[in-house]
């Protein structure tokens, strides 16, 4: 089966500038997750999509970036205006929710964003 | 809530030598737990998850890892590296199977690999 798509794959914007990142899940996956990776450090999680609705959008900076997921399949994440420490590598992951057990996300490549 | 410590940063061995990479966990129920490895400019990759099974947990690439309740632990071990083992792991949690629950991850080890 296909994999998680993220486009772009890189992208360099100067501050204050808006910048937005597409996902499309694997097929049939319901649940989506946005994560956060600064240089040297783990992932964090951005905000978790059931479907089209939020499930976890806890650790979001709603000031500044928004996500949404359109009739619960491709989501996309915008920041506006963007700050130096946004500079990160923007990590979708999908994972289906009926017929198993096991927690296992699949992971995109991921969109490395540079704040200028 | 839930949290992982990887004790070491950055590991480097010799080609053909033991890898340990050591992770301890915190949960106030019991965890799913799991290593994914990241390879420079490469998505993330599961290599194992230990979901409340077997405590001896077999991935890929010849990578195993052990669960140990008593110690809170979950290292991550290979017999014998080599140079394609040289990437970022990082040890997760999560608390509740079949939920698509939040992964926790930990800050990551550097592993490198010495010829």
């Known amino acids: 089966e296909a994999g998680v798509a993220q486009s772009p794959r890189y992208k360099i914007i100067e501050k204050r500038q808006s910048v937005a990142f597409w996902c499309n899940p694997i097929?049939?996956?319901?649940?989506l997750y946005w994560y956060q990776q600064i240089l040297g450090q783990g992932p964090k999680l951005l905000i978790q999509f059931q479907n089209n609705g939020v499930v976890d959008d806890s650790q979001l900076p709603k000031d500044r970036f928004s996500a949404e997921r359109l009739k619960g399949v491709d989501s996309t994440l915008k920041i506006q205006p963007a700050k130096l420490e946004d500079s990160a590598v923007y990590l979708c992951?999908?994972?289906?929710?009926?017929?198993?057990?096991?927690?296992?996300?699949?992971f995109g490549p991921g969109t490395r964003l540079t704040v200028l | 809530a839930q949290s992982v410590t990887q004790l070491d940063s950055h590991v480097s061995v010799s080609e053909g030598t033991p890898v340990l990479l050591r992770c301890n966990y915190s949960?106030?129920?019991?965890?799913?737990l799991f290593w994914y490895v990241q390879h420079p400019n490469k998505g993330l990759q599961l290599l194992l998850k230990y979901t409340s099974a077997a405590t001896l947990v077999k991935g890929i690439n010849g990578f195993e890892a052990e669960f140990k309740k008593s110690e809170t632990s979950f290292h991550l071990t290979k017999p014998s590296a080599h140079m394609s083992d040289a990437a970022e792991y990082f040890c997760v949690v999560s608390g509740r199977y079949n939920q698509g629950g939040k992964l926790i991850f930990g800050q990551g080890t550097e592993l490198s690999v010495k010829p």
């Open positions: 949960s106030s129920y019991s965890p799913s």
């Open positions: 992951a999908s994972y289906r929710t009926s017929g198993s057990r096991y927690n296992e996300q699949f």
């Open positions: 097929s049939g996956h319901a649940t």
